[in-house]
């Protein structure tokens, strides 16, 4: 098949609401023609109609044949007329539209199928966030970052300070990670003033979204309308939009104050709590973990950027009213300053503290190498792999070990491989049919198996059927002697 009718025939692919009207446009050209036969067959035309009948039955003379003839002229115009419509939006398309003309097929169609993907809530900050939401915009439009803003160092703890505003940088982040712009408007928010200036160590980024906020009156607002701007595939929410700080008690009883002071004091720490310690969330929020398909917690700074969005409580209560599985993302490295010395259980047993055992679903931990150059630099950093003591893990939560390193930085998880293995758990947890065909990634759809399919689709089927008989059987009969009683 020809490229060019592959690009025409896309045109007719589910979800692209294109068919409808092709639909729409054959029942108009058939109406049309129904009300020219009747003005054709009234006298002043009918000498007209009844010769070129004449005509088309003598020059064929099979009534058959006449029927195809006639069936050709139908075709040929509701070709034409489609053939016009497509050429009219072109002109259009391409008046308003920076996209080549062949591209505005594949752009509709890829915007369509993101439109249907899961919805993903992905909770944390930092750059481990940023990792996460990257690969995730290339299969769906859907997820949502719930980000931490108790950020109190750094360029957005000087605004917080100065201008009174919630701290914008992990926000940013996020909105960067999911923004479907030309590359030059990411390096823009993401441009810092130099040292010798006036804004020196401001971000770009940071100043603009502070800027509206302080002309919208709204920090949430500002972060909406900052969406907006950047195209962003999904939503970016905060935590809260209360002024709140993060502190910390280590194992020798000192209290940290502040998320900066947190994530550099080199101490095993005990606990988290906020300061005002009744601290709300957003309905925004509330309703995405909700109605969520999936609920990913991390990958990033296991107190400062993950678990400080646990301590609100109306977070946490939410996750766990949450049908939707839950994973939790371990760290490939130790942070230094924040988890020196942590292995796999001791990310755990912080997660614990928050999250009981039996409400969390999979665990995600990284089995892949750091390359020679890799393990150089998490040397001179001062980082160490995250390893495993072997600890039993609750027979409920499944762990999936796999290569998630990025080859760029070996202390980062690499979005591609993170979104890859996060789409599979979906596909695995919620097997449908519609899903699958969002999954528009060709990488991804190379080891999908549509028998295993169909399987994980008659168990969950089977499996929702018995425990409706089972609710049946346990719920009191209408009438019974114990429900007249009461």
């Known amino acids: 098949m020809s490229q060019p009718f592959k690009q025409y025939l896309r045109w007719l692919y589910p979800g692209m609401r294109v068919k409808r009207w092709l639909f729409l446009v054959i029942v108009g050209v058939f109406l049309i023609s129904l009300g020219v ?19 088309v039955f003598g020059f064929l003379n099979r009534y058959w044949l006449a029927i195809v003839f006639g069936l050709a002229w139908l075709v040929g115009g509701v070709a034409l007329v489609v053939y016009g419509l497509q050429k009219m939006n072109r002109s259009v398309i391409t008046a308003i539209s920076s996209l080549p003309e062949k591209e505005v097929v594949n752009e509709v169609f890829r915007k369509r199928q993101l439109e249907k993907g899961p919805s993903i809530v ?31 160092g750094g360029s957005s703890g000087r605004l917080r300070e100065e201008m009174g505003v919630l701290p914008p940088g992990d926000i940013r982040n996020c909105l960067i990670a999911l923004a ?3 590359p030059l408007m990411s390096e823009l928010f993401q441009y810092r003033f130099g040292e010798d200036t006036g804004l020196g160590g401001h971000n770009f980024g940071n100043l603009f979204i502070t800027a509206l906020a302080q002309i919208t ?23 809260t939009v209360q002024n709140v700080f993060l502190r910390a008690e280590c194992e020798d009883g000192s209290i940290i104050l502040g998320e900066s002071q947190v994530g550099t004091c080199g101490k095993k720490i005990k606990r988290i709590f906020l300061e005002p310690s ?31 969005n646990l301590a609100v409580e109306e977070v946490r209560e939410a996750i766990l009213r949450s049908p939707a599985p839950l994973v939790f993302v371990c760290n490939i490295t130790t942070q230094p300053g924040e988890t020196d010395g942590y292995d796999f259980s001791d990310h755990l047993q912080a997660v614990f503290q928050f999250i009981p055992p039996q409400r969390l679903n999979y665990i995600m931990v990284n089995n892949g190498i750091p390359s020679e150059a890799g393990e150089e630099e998490l040397s001179l950093s001062g980082a160490e792999m995250v390893r495993g003591n072997g600890e039993e893990i609750p027979s409920s939560v499944k762990v999936i070990k796999a290569d998630l390193i990025s080859y760029h930085h070996p202390s980062r998880h690499d979005s591609q491989k ?3 293995v996060l789409m599979s758990i979906l596909l695995e947890e ?25 399987n994980q689709w008659r168990l969950r089927a089977r499996e929702n059927g018995e425990n409706k008989k089972k609710e049946e059987k346990s719920a009191p009969l209408y009438g019974s002697k114990a429900s007249r009683r009461k």
């Open 37 to 55: 036969s009747l003005i054709v067959s009234t006298p002043y035309f009918r000498s007209i109609y009844v010769l070129w009948r004449n005509f």
């Open 122 to 152: 992905a909770i944390g900050g930092g750059h481990g966030l940023y990792s996460l939401l990257h690969g995730l915009k290339d299969y769906t439009s859907n997820a949502t970052a719930v980000v931490t803003v108790f950020d109190d």
């Open 180 to 182: 479907d712009v030309e």
């Open 217 to 239: 009156g709204d920090f949430q607002k500002a972060v909406f309308e900052s969406s907006k701007i950047l195209a962003v595939r999904g939503k970016v929410l905060p935590t």
């Open 278 to 308: 009744v601290v709300h969330t957003t309905p925004e929020v509330v309703k995405a973990i909700e109605e969520a398909d999936l609920i990913v917690l991390g990958p990033g700074s296991l107190y400062t950027s993950v678990l400080c």
């Open 418 to 420: 993170l979104a890859q």
């Open 430 to 454: 919620k097997p449908s049919w519609a899903f699958y065909l969002t999954l528009h990634n060709d990488e991804i759809l190379k080891g999908l198996n549509p028998v295993h399919l169909v």
